[in-house]
Structures are given as structure tokens and as C-alpha cells.
């Protein structure tokens, strides 16, 4: 097997246990843009221009509540303003890339993908074909996604609102840390960043997200400084 | 029509905020202590999303200490400790929290 073929496999391999939240939400995101009365062109769309779960859900939920268009806009953008971060993380394995691939890989750039890939980018820095990883990872979640947006779409809420499913979605982010949780610089930014999203849940625009990645980030360099001197 | 326009709108920050840093940074030109911090970039976005999902009820306020999501986050925590497997965390952290739903 080729190296390449080998890195989109392995990212494919490392994306799938994530994918136990993501099946039941895009097909809950399906249905909830019908039930919305945004109907299953809208709906699709999108999936496909936005590929964002959480923006998308904002997206409609602040349209369907009368809120306006710029609001819409803003707020969900204000939340994809996280891959901003992901792409700072990423850009160092992937400056080497042509143009093409970068305009490529930026668009399947998700949470999910971000989070197996980087990882595997740490450990696999030498490798010349590292971004075949991002690229299986990132084309996995892309087909799910677009599959169970379809699927709600067609056949509702199959997904049983008992079970609860939309707690998988905190449950994977927190077993995306589990390897930091022996580290204590990283347990004061989770603990931080944790801390400022309830604090400031209700900020405008959706901005709790971003303001507790600058808060907590910003506490984390302080105190290295600050460790630096002693 | 407008929807239309604001979708595409949209999609189209998204995707800004994907490539931007990718586009735009030069890796040779971060400091060694910019590279530092981010790699806390994870343990600093995922906790925003984590928290405000376990601690608040779809009507936005916070939860009981009792609440089946603590329950299920406090179990995934211990179980991700001792593990430190991705899949056993999210099985643990679920059944748990099915567990208090279904038989209390």
C-alpha cells in the first residue's frame, strides 16, 4: 500500500469512533430545518456552502426566531471563528502544500477532522504525504454528513429524542482531552476556558466559544512567562 | 431569495475562517512560544463547546448536581483517565447517563 493510500485510511480509521455523535446529529439537523419550515433545498444547502453542524443549527435557529439576516450571519460566523485557531495549529505541517490543496483541505477542516488530524500531524511531522490524513479524516465526515442531512431531511426525527443523543456531542469533545488530562497546564485551560463558556454563555452573537479560547489561552501564555522568570 | 444569499454568505466567512490562517500564516515566522501556545489550541476550543452542553438544559439554565449529563460527564472523565481510550469514554459517559434516565 502506498504511503498516501496508507494516511487516508488511517485517517479514516481515526475519525470513525467520532462519528457516533455526528450520525445522529445531521440526521436531528435534517429534521429540524424541515420542522423549521426552511424545507429540504435550504435545508441541504447548507450542509454542503456552510459544513458546520453548529453554525448551521445557529444559522436556523436564530432565523426562525425572527431574528435578521445580519444576525444570523454574524453569530454563526462569530462561531466558526474557532477554525481560525485550527488553521493557525494546522498551517505549520501544511505550509509546504500547493495552493490547491490548501483551498481544499481549509474547506474540510472541521472540529472532528482538526482534532484526529493535528494529533496525527504532531507525531508524523517528517512525513511527505501527512495530509492525506487530514484529507480521509475530512472527506469522512464530509460524506456523513451530507448522507444524514439527507436522511433527516427525508424521514424526520427517526433519531428517538428519549435516547439523548445530542449528549454524545459533549461526551466525543471530552474524549478528544482525555490525553491531555495528565497535564496540568492543559487541565488550567480546560478548566478555564470551561469556567469562562458559562460565565459568558449569554454574551452576544454566540461569542462565548472564541471569548473563552482567547481567555484561557491568554492566561496559559501569561502564566508561562511568569514561569519563565523564576 | 434572501435566504439564499444569506446562506451563501455565511458559507462563505465559514470557509474564510477555515483558510485564512492556513493561507496566511508562515509557520518560519512563529515565535517558539506562539508554537507553544498553540498547542493548547484543543483543551482551549473544546471545553466551550463540552461545558455550556452539560451544564445548561435546553432552556439555558444551569443544570441539578444530579443531573444525568453530570453523571455521565463525571463517569467519561474517570473512565478517559484510566482509559485513555476515545471509544470507551463516550460508551461510558452514554450508559451511564442512560443508566439514570432509564432505571431512576
Same mark, same amino acid.
Request: glycine share 4%.
Given at each position: 500500500m502506498s504511503k498516501k493510500t496508507e494516511n487516508l485510511l488511517k485517517g479514516f480509521y481515526d475519525v470513525s469512533p467520532l462519528l457516533l455523535p455526528v450520525v445522529p446529529f445531521g440526521i436531528i439537523f435534517g429534521a429540524i430545518g424541515i420542522e423549521l419550515g426552511f424545507g429540504p433545498y435550504v435545508t441541504y444547502a447548507t450542509s454542503i456552502i456552510i459544513f458546520s453542524g453548529a453554525s448551521q443549527i445557529v444559522?436556523?435557529? #436564530?432565523?426562525?426566531?425572527? =431574528? %435578521? %439576516? #445580519?444576525? =444570523?450571519?454574524? %453569530?454563526?460566523? $462569530? $462561531?466558526?471563528?474557532r477554525h481560525l485557531l485550527y488553521g493557525a495549529v494546522v498551517a505549520q505541517y501544511l505550509s509546504k502544500l500547493s495552493l490547491m490543496w490548501k483551498i481544499f483541505l481549509s474547506y474540510l477542516l472541521t472540529d472532528q477532522a482538526f482534532a484526529v488530524s493535528q494529533e496525527f500531524f504532531k507525531k508524523n511531522s517528517n512525513d511527505e504525504y501527512k495530509h492525506y490524513h487530514l484529507l480521509g479524516a475530512g472527506l469522512t465526515l464530509w460524506i456523513v454528513w451530507q448522507l444524514t442531512t439527507v436522511i433527516g431531511i427525508l424521514l424526520g426525527s427517526i433519531v428517538p429524542e428519549e435516547l439523548g443523543l445530542s449528549f454524545t456531542i459533549p461526551l466525543t469533545f471530552l474524549a478528544l482531552l482525555i490525553n491531555y488530562f495528565r497535564k496540568i497546564d492543559h487541565l488550567i485551560v480546560i478548566f478555564l476556558s470551561g469556567l469562562s463558556s458559562i460565565l459568558f454563555y449569554e454574551a452576544p452573537l454566540k461569542s462565548y466559544i472564541i471569548l473563552s479560547c482567547v481567555i484561557s489561552l491568554f492566561i496559559i501564555f501569561l502564566i508561562n512567562k511568569f514561569q519563565k522568570k523564576i | 431569495m434572501t435566504i439564499w444569499i444569506s446562506i451563501v454568505i455565511a458559507g462563505i466567512i465559514n470557509y474564510l475562517t477555515r483558510l485564512g490562517s492556513i493561507l496566511l500564516i508562515k509557520p518560519e515566522r512563529l515565535s517558539e512560544s506562539t508554537k507553544k501556545i498553540l498547542g493548547y489550541v484543543p483543551s482551549a476550543v473544546f471545553p466551550a463547546i463540552i461545558f455550556p452542553a452539560v451544564f445548561f438544559n435546553e432552556t439555558n439554565t444551569i443544570v441539578q448536581i444530579n443531573d444525568p449529563k453530570i453523571i455521565g460527564f463525571f463517569v467519561a472523565i474517570v473512565i478517559g483517565y484510566i482509559s485513555k481510550n476515545i471509544i470507551l469514554t463516550i460508551i461510558a459517559g452514554l450508559i451511564s447517563y442512560w443508566i439514570v434516565i432509564f432505571l431512576f
Open positions: 444559522f436556523f435557529q #436564530l432565523l426562525s426566531n425572527g =431574528a %435578521s %439576516s #445580519l444576525i =444570523a450571519i454574524t %453569530s454563526s460566523s $462569530v $462561531v466558526s471563528t | -
